[in-house]
């Protein structure tokens, strides 16, 4: 069995910054790619960015330029920097990872959220 952990949430003014750590344990042969989603009240979550093993990323067109992934695969983590943020951007961030456990099986593993509220 394989968890993530996510931390760094929290409330922040619009033009902030906050930076979210996910991190996995449990029977982890290899991670493939890592990535951030979000949903808002009544949406759909989206993609906001993916990163690949080493290191080729993409984003969503809003955040480019504000936010920034980055792993660290020693410590099996992810981070996603925002910079910038703005007030139509609260939402459930949620990290996933594409891990391979010690039997060989591929799976997509998700965290357990953690809430960014922008407000003045």
């Known amino acids: 069995q394989v968890q993530l952990v996510e931390s760094g949430g929290g409330l922040v003014q619009p033009g902030g910054s906050l930076r979210l750590s996910c991190a996995a344990s449990?029977?982890?042969?290899?991670?493939?790619?890592m990535d951030w989603y979000r949903q808002a009240p009544g949406k759909q979550r989206e993609l906001v960015t993916v990163i690949a093993t080493f290191g080729s990323t993409n984003y969503l067109d809003s955040v480019k330029g504000r936010f920034t992934i980055s792993r660290d695969n020693a410590k099996n983590t992810v981070y996603l920097q925002m910079n910038s943020l703005r007030p139509e951007e609260p939402a459930v961030y949620y990290c996933?990872?594409?891990?391979?456990?010690?039997?060989?099986?591929?799976?997509?593993?998700w965290g357990q959220g953690t809430q960014v509220t922008v407000s003045s």
């Open positions: 449990g029977s982890i042969f290899s991670i493939n790619n």
């Open positions: 996933g990872m594409q891990v391979q456990d010690r039997w060989g099986t591929l799976r997509h593993y």
